[in-house]
């Protein structure tokens, strides 16, 4: 349902339950019969052919968590009903909108927001003035953000002050920096695609579940990512 890293948080937070006790250890080793609980919802280990995928058109405003009745306003929570609990694959800020995964596969889950990863992401930004042919080649050369260099794999204009900015870097807020770093300020922010997937005609807001070959292209991509 998360990284390794998340999940030691999560269960140091006290948000993990075995045996109807809260465990506070990452370490701790338990039985199949164990029955752990996440916010007091069972953990069951499923098959692989009983996982679920789910893509949503995250709205600005609303927070990537999975929580409902998040303090800070809406949550994608609030915006996908299904009757199995699903965490997202990465996540977007407030302020941007787009294509977010959700799954219960932890181990996709894992493949496709470990740091070392090569899945590229697509984002539309519209700017406040348009890219210079010398911001144009910082770009392509990469930028230095936190002593390691953020490659941009293309970047296009596609409309008036719009461009086409595609990465694999998956750093928090890693699109504002990238533009901050050449003195550019965003305006609007939509990511649309994640690997293969593609956010396509889905409407803001709006969710629906993975076709079969979009499933096959995740796992083969969350496959080669592990590799």
Same mark, same amino acid.
């Given at each position: ?52 995928? $789910? ?5 600005? %405003?609303? &927070? ?5 009745? /998040? !303090?800070?306003?809406?949550? *994608? ?74 490659? $941009? ?5 596609? %409309?008036? &002050? ?5 990465? /694999? !870097?998956?750093?928090?807020? *890693? ?53």
């Amino acid at each position: 349902m998360a990284s390794r890293r998340e999940c030691e948080s999560i269960i140091v937070s006290g948000r993990v339950k075995v045996g109807g006790k809260i465990v506070y250890d990452p370490a701790l080793e338990i039985g199949d019969d164990s029955r752990p609980e996440l916010d007091n919802f069972p953990l069951i280990k499923t098959s692989e052919g009983s996982f679920s995928y $789910v893509m949503l058109n995250k709205p600005v %405003g609303v &927070n990537s968590t999975m929580k409902s009745g /998040h !303090e800070k306003g809406l949550t *994608i929570a609030d915006l996908v009903e299904y009757p199995t609990r699903l965490f997202p694959v990465g996540r977007l800020d407030k302020n941007t909108s787009g294509l977010i995964l959700l799954t219960n596969n932890g181990d996709l889950t894992n493949s496709l927001t470990h740091p070392g990863g090569k899945i590229q992401k697509e984002y539309i930004v519209k700017l406040q003035r348009a890219l210079s042919r010398s911001d144009l080649q910082k770009l392509a050369r990469g930028i230095m953000i936190d002593d390691r260099t953020v490659d $941009v794999d293309d970047v296009r204009a596609i %409309g008036k &002050n719009r461009y086409s900015v595609v990465i /694999h !870097e998956g750093r928090k807020h *890693i699109i504002r920096r990238l533009l901050g770093a050449v003195s550019h300020r965003i305006l609007e922010l939509k990511r649309i695609r994640i690997g293969t997937l593609a956010i396509g005609r889905l409407g803001l807001g709006k969710w629906r579940k993975l076709k079969d070959a979009e499933i096959q292209s995740v796992l083969k991509l969350s496959n080669n990512n592990s590799n």
